[in-house]
């Protein structure tokens, strides 16, 4: 949210303008915005859902929504425009269009792709996130992923630079897990000899 709002200041825009000139339109993610508006009607968005669990009728209360008690799933909206950690929407087709970037260099050039993988070390002792992507390993490979989740989502993506392969796996559920069905899917590859 900081740096969201350091963007803002020094380019005197919103960010969302921001986002849409500088990296959406140049990539061609035509699918893909900063939901800082959560009153737009947006073709073909995703609703999400949470099941009705007591945890979610409790946190409901707290928040002064009333949710039935009843069996099923409850549609969960989003009613707070938030972004920077989260609040950018997009689509599986748009999100490999960014990924694709990390090896063309068409945004900005090969400095900019340097920029966002560099670590910093800081006052604890991970030293693995470079702004919000996270280094790790799947198999003995390299692979940088992001983990996003709220309380109407669950989003992982997960490149292995090497192989120039990245799963990305979306859900419209909370509890979709999907980074758990993302390395169920690079764990079909492995096994078919794709890896």
């Known amino acids: 949210m900081l740096l969201t709002r350091i963007v803002e200041i020094s380019s005197g825009e919103r960010f969302s303008d921001f986002m849409d000139k500088r990296i959406f339109q140049p990539l061609g993610m035509t699918a893909t915005h900063v939901d800082d508006d ?46 920077g950690g989260s609040g950018v929407f997009s ?22 792709t340097e920029l966002m993988h560099s670590r910093l070390k800081f006052q604890h002792p991970k030293d693995n996130d470079a702004f919000g992507l996270v280094f790790g390993d799947h198999g003995g490979r390299q692979a940088l992923w992001y983990e996003g989740g709220d309380l109407d989502a669950s989003s992982y993506m997960v490149r292995l630079p090497a192989q120039q392969l990245t799963v990305i796996c979306l859900s419209n559920m909370v509890t979709g897990n999907a980074g758990g069905q993302a390395k169920r899917v690079l764990g079909v590859l492995e096994v078919a000899g794709r890896l």
Do not use: C, K
């Not at 947006?42 to 979610?56: E, S």
């Not at 409790?58 to 799933?73: C, D, H, I, M, T």
């Open 38 to 83: 959560s009153t737009r009607v947006v073709r073909h968005r995703a609703t999400g859902y949470a099941p009705r669990t007591p945890a979610l009728l409790e946190q409901a209360r707290q928040v002064g929504l009333q949710v039935q008690e009843e069996p099923g799933y409850a549609r969960l909206i989003r009613n707070s425009p938030h972004f």
């Open 91 to 112: 689509t599986v087709e748009d999100l490999a269009r960014w990924d694709a970037n990390w090896y063309a260099h068409r945004l900005v050039g090969p400095a900019f």
